[in-house]
């Protein structure tokens, strides 16, 4: 499964982004997708996931929920994450990931090449 993250750019805070995930070279209805991010000097962490299939099983971390929608277009075999009242501790790079299987949790194996997303105070 190949991956491509796009839509990150520079933003005010409070400000809205929505990015966007296209897969290929696989059956993309089967896969789990998810959302993480790497700030400078950070470690990678989670932002949110959606299960395969018809995506009713969704989890987001804390610091997301509320503010952030994961959905997923199997037609266009695309994933979106749609990012509103954005802070400037959202800053980072933003790669979404690809799973066989319907668990949110668990290893990651298909990786995009990452957005940068910028939120400016």
């Known amino acids: 499964v190949q991956l491509v993250d796009s839509g990150g750019g520079l933003v005010q805070a409070g400000g809205s982004l929505r990015l966007s995930c296209a897969a290929s070279?696989?059956?993309?209805?089967?896969?789990?997708m998810g959302w993480f991010r790497q700030a400078p000097g950070k470690e990678r962490e989670f932002v949110t996931a959606?299960?395969?299939?018809?995506?009713?099983?969704?989890y987001y971390a804390g610091s997301v929920k509320g503010r952030f929608t994961i959905s997923r277009d199997n037609a266009k075999n695309t994933v979106y994450l749609q990012m509103n009242s954005l802070k400037p501790e959202d800053t980072a790079v933003y790669y979404c990931?690809?799973?066989?299987?319907?668990?949110?949790?668990?290893?990651?194996?298909?990786w995009g090449q990452g957005t940068q997303v910028t939120v400016s105070s």
């Open positions: 070279g696989g059956a993309f209805s089967s896969y789990t």
């Open positions: 990931a690809a799973k066989y299987g319907r668990a949110l949790n668990g290893r990651y194996d298909y």
């Open positions: 959606i299960s395969s299939w018809s995506g009713g099983d969704k």
